[in-house]
């Protein structure tokens, strides 16, 4: 592994560290051609490696003070556009790869419903084969992108009684007759994300649009997790590292007790930790990513890596951790609407949910080290 960045990554980070200030809508990040990131060459897509991938969206969270849209541009790249690529068709990554790498269309990946959240593949929504079609029902919780996705990655069972091993994944388009979108309960944060619940109602899916084998849904999944577990946080690392300069700014500036703040060790101590996790987060992600392009770094020895489920837990971690510490070097003025803090914070806490909550990273890994 080379720590050394090149020019090329020097000016893919640049870019969007500069371009990410100006963001402020989808449109904007598909101008900066993020959602091309990842998606092959010949799809129009810029074909970046992991590692330069994470590189960019650490730059472009440092530019752009919107969480919320980098998450959902996260989960249409990680959850939908990339398993496209490793797993569709030809027919199907040149039907729908040139459009979201474009950032034209929005893709969705539809999997939690209301009695399967942690236990992801306990779900309920059935895939009934019909013919050369399915006939696919159920209804799909807290999808991120929903309200505008052209395109849904749904996970259902050919049959229940084969449990996690009868999930298969179909593409649904929007429009499609026996698909809908309803209201999602209002979150806390991540506002710029929006989610919805995806219905599916005796809809009929032909069988060109099921997304690899029958009974690949699992594998699709981890193929998924992998890639979002690493990559989804990364802009994180770029807001911390703002919020870490601002409050060193502050730290400098600020006067009580005649003295600058950041003489008093309690706040220069936070400081410091927040210094500590970015390097910490931002190590541990980029050796993810490196892996993601490389393939283990133990030599094999572990068929599983547990590195992306680790990302994941210190990378949502940390940022609630900074964001908290960030609140009390400000003070009062932490606390205000103004300050944006409180929204950062608010964001962060539904990253430790989102793709997993930290409970079920560790439960993962320790599952992966062979002690559970
Ligand atoms: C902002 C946001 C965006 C989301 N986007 C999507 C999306 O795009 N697509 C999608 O399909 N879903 C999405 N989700 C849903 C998300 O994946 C689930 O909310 C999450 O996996 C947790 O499931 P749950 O809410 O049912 O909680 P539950 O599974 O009911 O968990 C409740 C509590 O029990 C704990 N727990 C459960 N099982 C274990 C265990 N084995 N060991 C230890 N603790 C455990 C959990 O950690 C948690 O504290 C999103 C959620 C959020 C908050």
């Given at each position: 592994m080379?720590?050394?960045?090149?020019p090329?990554?020097?000016d893919?980070?640049?870019r969007?560290?500069?371009?990410?200030?100006?963001?402020?809508?989808?449109?904007?990040?598909?101008?900066?051609?993020?959602?091309?990131?990842?998606?092959p060459g010949?799809?129009?897509?810029?074909?970046?490696?992991?590692?330069?991938?994470?590189?960019?969206?650490d730059?472009?969270?440092y530019?752009?003070?919107?969480?919320?849209?980098?998450?959902?541009?996260?989960?249409?790249m990680?959850?939908?556009?990339?398993?496209?690529?490793?797993?569709?068709?030809?027919?199907?990554?040149?039907?729908?790869?040139?459009?979201?790498?474009?950032?034209?269309?929005?893709?969705?990946?539809?999997?939690?419903?209301?009695?399967?959240?942690?236990?992801?593949?306990?779900?309920?929504?059935?895939?009934?084969?019909?013919?050369?079609t399915?006939?696919?029902?159920?209804?799909?919780?807290?999808?991120?992108?929903?309200?505008?996705?052209?395109?849904?990655?749904?996970?259902?069972?050919?049959?229940?009684?084969?449990?996690?091993?009868?999930?298969?994944?179909?593409?649904?388009?929007?429009?499609?007759?026996?698909?809908?979108?309803?209201?999602?309960?209002?979150?806390?944060?991540?506002?710029?994300?929006?989610?919805?619940?995806?219905v599916?109602?005796?809809?009929?899916?032909?069988?060109?649009?099921?997304?690899?084998?029958?009974?690949?849904?699992?594998?699709?999944?981890?193929?998924?997790?992998?890639?979002?577990?690493?990559?989804?946080?990364?802009?994180?690392?770029?807001?911390?590292e703002?919020?870490?300069?601002?409050?060193?700014?502050?730290?400098?500036?600020?006067?009580?007790?005649?003295?600058?703040?950041?003489?008093?060790?309690?706040?220069?101590?936070?400081?410091?930790?927040?210094?500590?996790?970015?390097?910490?987060?931002?190590g541990?992600?980029?050796?993810?990513?490196?892996?993601?392009?490389?393939?283990?770094?133990?030599?094999?020895?572990?068929?599983?890596?547990?590195?992306?489920?680790?990302?994941?837990?210190?990378?949502?971690?940390?940022?609630?951790?900074?964001?908290?510490?960030?609140?009390?070097?400000?003070?009062?003025?932490?606390?205000?609407?103004?300050?944006g803090?409180?929204?950062?914070?608010?964001?962060?806490?539904?990253?430790?949910?989102?793709?997993?909550?930290?409970?079920?990273?560790?439960?993962?890994?320790?599952?992966?080290?062979?002690v559970?």
């Open positions: 080379d720590l050394a960045w090149t090329e990554q020097l893919l980070h640049a969007l560290r500069e371009g990410g200030a100006a963001a402020s809508d989808w449109q904007t990040l598909a101008d900066l051609r993020v959602m091309a990131l990842a998606a010949e799809h129009g897509g810029l074909g970046q490696s992991a590692l330069n991938c994470a590189l960019a969206l730059g472009l969270g530019g752009c003070r919107d969480i919320g849209l980098l998450i959902a541009a996260g989960a249409h990680w959850a939908v556009g990339l398993p496209l690529a490793r797993f569709g068709t030809p027919e199907q990554k040149a039907a729908c790869l040139p459009g979201l790498s474009a950032g034209r269309l929005v893709g969705a990946h539809a999997i939690t419903e209301a009695e399967s959240g942690s236990d992801a593949l306990a779900l309920r929504t059935v895939a009934r084969r019909k013919g050369t399915y006939v696919l029902t159920g209804r799909k919780r807290f999808i991120t992108n929903a309200p505008e996705a052209d395109l849904f990655l749904v996970y259902a069972n050919l049959d229940s009684r084969l449990g996690f091993t009868g999930v298969t994944t179909f593409l649904v388009e929007r429009g499609q007759p026996g698909v809908r979108v309803e209201a999602e309960q209002r979150k806390m944060g991540l506002n710029s994300c929006h989610w919805g619940q995806v599916l109602d005796e809809c009929v899916v032909p069988e060109h649009m099921r997304l690899g084998a029958e009974k690949q849904g699992p594998a699709i999944f981890s193929t998924v997790m992998a890639w979002e577990r690493t990559l989804l946080l990364a802009p994180l690392l770029g807001a911390m703002r919020q870490l300069e601002e409050c060193a700014d502050r730290a400098r500036t600020r006067r009580q007790f005649g003295k600058r703040i950041g003489s008093f060790q309690s706040v220069a101590n936070r400081i410091v930790d927040m210094r500590l996790r970015l390097e910490t987060s931002r541990l992600l980029r050796s993810a990513a490196w892996e993601l392009d490389h393939g283990p770094t133990d030599g094999g020895r572990q068929t599983l890596s547990p590195l992306p489920e680790l990302v994941k837990l210190q990378v949502s971690e940390a940022a609630v951790a900074t964001f908290e510490d960030a609140m009390q070097i400000f003070g009062g003025q932490g606390y205000t609407q103004e300050a803090i409180e929204e950062r914070l608010r964001d962060a806490l539904g990253t430790r949910i989102s793709s997993g909550t930290s409970d079920m990273q560790r439960d993962v890994v320790a599952a992966k080290l062979g559970r």
